[in-house]
């Protein structure tokens, strides 16, 4: 009997203060919107600066007279620091091979007499931000190559720069989205507040005649709970649509006008559904507490 | 039997204005007693100790032979279903129908729909308002309201009902109605503390009188009469 009262006075109170009701749950929809809209784009842009990140490798080239022993030396102390992950010889006649592959038909190929290509070891590492300490490995006191090695070749410039950008982006995302959810909180609270603070005299006459602290807090509790839920999922269907047939669109084709085609685009897979997700049980959440802490004032009858 | 009992009742506002004084007062079980005196003499104060709205700041307070100011904060709702209200401006739910406004007492105490659906018409037959009994409180005029609020404050037959300024915005012809049900009640048993300046309704009715002047109790008369002229 209590479940059905709770239920139907919750019911009835959205039907009687439709517009305040009305008000909360676009407030939820609107700010969960931006805050979902923005945790995609920076998702999707950090899934975009990662892939790049996991793609560096380091090229280690070989002096051409390097004795087999050495290589085989070499090739072993690599594999036995911490930091790489993988470890892959490609010769001379290797190296030769995958050059004329890439550049098929070309007139360069007619232009090569013998193999001037050097054979070398390409290092992919575990935590691809260590990079340059692995690089300094390979020179000794004076600063120079170890012996046998030529060259060592990772792009720090290019690696270097593509780390603070990472760096950068993911903080200042951080910092909005932090902005983001105080902004939402907020404006849902005091949504909230304003709907139950047009209700106070209804409080107030519950309390007067007896009823429980509980007994006046739960309609509203499952009030601020579909509040929350409604306004959140309204925000996520409309995020979904907008991201499947705007984001990702724009996305690829910005990922194809900049010929970076191996590029994951995050924000399309399943992994998005945390947001969705997380969106949700912020509403929800966000509705429950503004709530329960908007009616502290009112039930001190 | 003392339905209620104030032994040396202080009540000091945070503002260190002392709204009583020093109160003591037994009101028996079935007395109909008028609490008079201007405003901010200290009736609103009485009744709203007596309901626990707020804590006396010295002495005890006894409802049916309890003291309430040991009362825990959850208790509180335990006593209010045994007081019934009813205020100057009615306080009635503007979006609930007559017969919702009285049926919500009942609800709020959890008590069973049968129940509420016998209960809510006996009581408002007993107002005389059986036939408005889906109209809203603003289709109502101030008389027929405060009858609702009656018939609120009197639906679960608390033994206790407490009336402040209840005629305050009523013509005299009203306020008359308004006393006749009141007495009823009263007749029936129930104990009714009235909060008023209405001196045509003290002196018409000569019940017992307490007259309050800054925080203090300077008369105490059965069948009395408002004061002085």
Redesign the interface.
């Known amino acids: ?2 479940a059905r ?1 709770y239920f139907g006075e919750t019911f009835a109170n959205f039907k ?1 203060n439709f517009l305040m009701a009305f008000t909360a749950i676009t407030t939820v929809a609107i700010t969960l919107f931006m805050v979902g809209l923005f945790s995609i784009i920076v998702y999707d842009v950090l899934g975009v600066l990662n892939s790049i990140k996991s793609q560096v490798e380091v090229a280690v080239y070989m002096e051409d007279n390097i004795s087999d022993e050495l290589r085989v030396y070499l090739e072993e102390e690599i594999k036995s620091w911490d930091e790489i992950e993988d470890l892959r010889f490609i010769s001379k006649d290797k190296a030769l091979e995958r050059f004329r592959e890439e550049n098929e038909g070309s007139d360069i190929l007619k232009e090569i007499q013998g193999n001037p290509l050097p054979a070398s070891f390409e290092i992919t590492l575990r935590d691809p931000e260590k990079v340059s300490q692995v690089a300094v490995r390979f020179l000794n006191k004076d600063g120079e190559f170890i012996e046998g090695i030529d060259d060592v070749i990772y792009g720090q410039n290019y690696v270097d720069k593509l780390f603070s950008i990472i760096a950068i982006v993911g903080t200042i995302a951080m910092l909005i989205i932090i902005m983001l959810l105080l902004a939402t909180i907020v404006l849902i609270y005091n949504t909230i507040r304003l709907s139950i603070h047009a209700r106070r ?2 409080i ?9 602290n509980w ?1 006046v807090r739960i309609p509203f509790l499952f009030e601020g709970f579909f509040e929350g839920f409604l306004g959140s999922l309204i925000a996520g269907i409309i995020l979904y649509f907008l991201s499947k047939f705007l984001l990702i669109r724009g996305e690829m084709a910005l990922v194809d006008t900049m010929r970076i085609k191996d590029l994951a685009i995050v924000g399309s897979g399943e992994v998005s559904v945390y947001i969705y997700v997380g969106l949700i049980v912020l509403g929800v959440l966000v509705g429950l507490i503004s709530s329960a802490l908007a009616l502290r004032r009112y039930l001190k ?1 | 039997m003392n339905m209620i009992e104030f032994r040396n009742v202080t009540k000091i506002y945070d503002d260190n204005t002392a709204a009583l004084k020093n109160i003591n007062l037994v009101i028996k079980k079935g007395e109909f007693l008028f609490l008079v005196g201007p405003s901010g003499s200290g009736k609103s104060t009485f009744i709203k100790l007596l309901i626990k709205e707020f804590e006396s700041t010295t002495g005890t307070i006894h409802v049916a032979g309890r003291n309430i100011c040991k009362l825990k904060t959850g208790r509180v709702p335990q006593l209010r279903r045994n007081i019934g209200c009813i205020f100057q401006d009615f306080k009635l739910l503007p979006n609930k129908t007559v017969y919702e406004n009285v049926a919500f007492t009942l609800e709020v105490i959890g008590k069973p729909s049968y129940i509420i659906k016998v209960q809510v018409p006996q009581v408002l037959k007993l107002v005389g308002l059986y036939q408005r009994i889906n109209s809203f409180p603003h289709q109502l005029s101030g008389g027929e309201q405060q009858r609702v609020s009656i018939a609120r404050a009197f639906v679960n037959r608390p033994p206790i009902l407490l009336a402040d300024e209840p005629t305050g915005n009523l013509d005299p012809t009203t306020s008359d109605g308004i006393m006749k049900l009141l007495s009823r009640i009263n007749l029936i048993g129930t104990t009714v503390v009235m909060a008023t300046h209405d001196k045509s309704v003290v002196n018409s009715m000569r019940r017992r009188v307490v007259e309050l002047e800054n925080g203090e109790i300077i008369r105490d008369q059965k069948r009395g009469v408002y004061g002085e002229q």
């Open positions: 009997m209590r009262y009687r005299k209804e107030e006459v519950m309390k007067l005649v007896g009823a429980s007994f009858v």
